[in-house]
């Protein structure tokens, strides 16, 4: 495997680059530090730089990059897709949905061509938003345990249940629902996939707030939503292999890594300028052997992402699943283990939020504080280790 970007990779990457360094700063000051998809959600301000800056790549055609040309893609290699999301994630740039990332890939793959001619165009062109409609109270990692049920009645599904941890439900226009279709049927037998437009009558949104005030995580409960059979994406009752597809699109994992490297470098920057008993951090050689060893394992982190798109690219699914769920594990538990050493080595006051007394203006307190959330969310790394065990090592399941 060579990961080596060719000359047209290079100019690419370099471009994207120039657009993104001109374009944040125009972003609102929340948009500096902090993590982006806490940050979009925050207000309206930030949600309408997050607006802008989707129209934006929607005009450069870069929401469309993965898609076939044949739907108003770019036809890109999946090398220039990670790229592209490793310069947009080192930017902490919004602009980029669960609709772009998850939905229209799962359209691509299992919609009919009605769909995927009305549905497509309004995402790639940055129009509407979308949320992602899985975990429920009994139902996160094991996600075919979930208890919503759409029930047929001619050509209507009348829906009735309850999500939770609906990121951005409340900003959204449409969220896509996975939801037990055939009740004679258990686990990921009898499932079905929707999308379901916010304002539907009997759709009502509840917010979650974080310990500090912030919202981003909501329950989304569904009363005798009523909709029509053309918001079922694929085939009836085969939802769960259209939801495992979905699942792969959001697991390569070079956002965490990227934020994890980001935030090494803020810390980087706060050890070179701070004095503790007359030296700088940065003289200290445990903290310089702390921060070398967290460099090393991002550097690995990138070379392990690169490998999940290289392997994909050469059409090996088999060695592409187990990889991603490696890269996920590593990144995730990476952003962990920074945000534990920057508190730790800021002290007491490495634990303040935003203020002029809180380093790096409480940046890494903030990482600190959702940094544990990522090795749950998107299927838990304990899921993920089990992936890498049965697929990628060929070992047993206990039964």
Same mark, same amino acid.
């Given at each position: 495997m060579d990961y080596q970007l060719t000359h047209e990779q290079k100019k690419l990457k370099q471009e994207y680059e120039d657009f993104f360094v001109a374009e944040m700063k125009h972003a609102p000051e929340v948009y500096h530090g902090a993590s982006e998809l806490e940050v979009r959600f925050s207000s309206d301000e930030a949600w309408a730089f997050h607006r802008t800056m989707q129209k934006k790549l929607a005009e450069k055609g870069w929401l469309t990059l993965a898609w076939p040309k044949a739907y108003g893609g770019q036809d890109a290699t999946i090398i220039e897709q990670l790229v592209f999301?490793?310069?947009? #994630?080192?930017?902490?740039?919004?602009?980029?949905d669960a609709g772009v990332n998850l939905f229209a890939p799962t359209l691509l793959l299992f919609a009919t061509e009605e769909q995927k001619k009305r549905l497509l165009p309004q995402i790639g062109a940055?129009? !509407?938003n979308y949320c992602q409609g899985w975990s429920e109270p009994n139902a996160g990692s094991d996600l075919a345990a979930v208890e919503t049920q759409a029930i047929r009645e001619g050509d209507r599904f009348i829906i009735n249940g309850q999500k939770i941890w609906t990121t951005g439900a409340h900003? !959204? $226009? @449409?969220?896509?629902?996975? #939801?037990?279709t055939d009740?004679?049927?258990?686990?990921?037998?009898?499932? %079905?996939?929707?999308?379901?437009?916010?304002?539907?009558?009997?759709?009502?949104?509840?917010?979650?707030h974080y310990m500090d005030g912030k919202h981003l995580y909501n329950e989304v409960y569904f009363t005798?939503? $009523?909709?029509?059979? %053309?918001?079922?994406? /694929?085939?009836?009752?085969?939802?769960?292999?259209?939801?495992?597809?979905?699942?792969?699109?959001?697991?390569?994992?070079?956002?965490?890594?990227?934020?994890?490297?980001?935030r090494l470098f803020q810390l980087l920057a706060y050890v070179k300028k701070t004095k503790r008993g007359g030296k700088y951090l940065s003289e200290n050689p445990l903290v310089r052997q702390k921060i070398a060893r967290l460099y090393e394992?991002?550097?690995?982190?990138?070379?392990?992402?690169?490998?999940?798109?290289?392997?994909?690219?050469?059409? $090996?699914?088999? #060695?592409?699943?187990?990889? #991603? %769920?490696?890269?996920? !594990?590593?990144?995730t538990e990476l952003v962990q283990r920074v945000?534990?050493?920057?508190?730790?080595?800021?002290?007491? @006051? /490495?634990?303040?939020?935003?203020?002029?007394?809180?380093?790096?203006n409480?940046?890494? %307190? $903030?990482?600190?504080?959702?940094?544990?959330?990522?090795?749950?969310a998107i299927g838990s790394n304990e899921v993920q280790r089990n992936i890498i065990a049965w697929v990628g090592l060929g070992l047993p399941r206990f039964k």
């Open positions: 999301r490793e310069v947009h #994630a080192a930017h902490h740039a919004p602009g980029i940055g129009n !509407v900003r !959204v $226009d @449409y969220i896509f629902v996975l #939801a037990r009740l004679s049927q258990t686990r990921s037998r009898g499932l %079905s996939v929707f999308s379901v437009k916010m304002d539907t009558p009997g759709v009502e949104v509840r917010p979650i005798n939503v $009523d909709i029509h059979e %053309s918001c079922l994406i /694929g085939e009836e009752n085969q939802g769960w292999q259209s939801t495992r597809a979905t699942m792969n699109f959001e697991r390569s994992g070079i956002h965490f890594i990227v934020a994890a490297k980001e394992d991002a550097e690995r982190g990138l070379s392990l992402a690169y490998r999940v798109a290289w392997s994909q690219e050469q059409g $090996d699914v088999l #060695a592409s699943a187990p990889l #991603a %769920s490696a890269s996920k !594990v590593h990144g945000a534990e050493y920057a508190t730790e080595i800021m002290g007491l @006051y /490495g634990q303040l939020g935003e203020s002029k007394w809180a380093p790096l409480g940046a890494m %307190s $903030d990482l600190y504080q959702w940094c544990m959330g990522a090795t749950i």
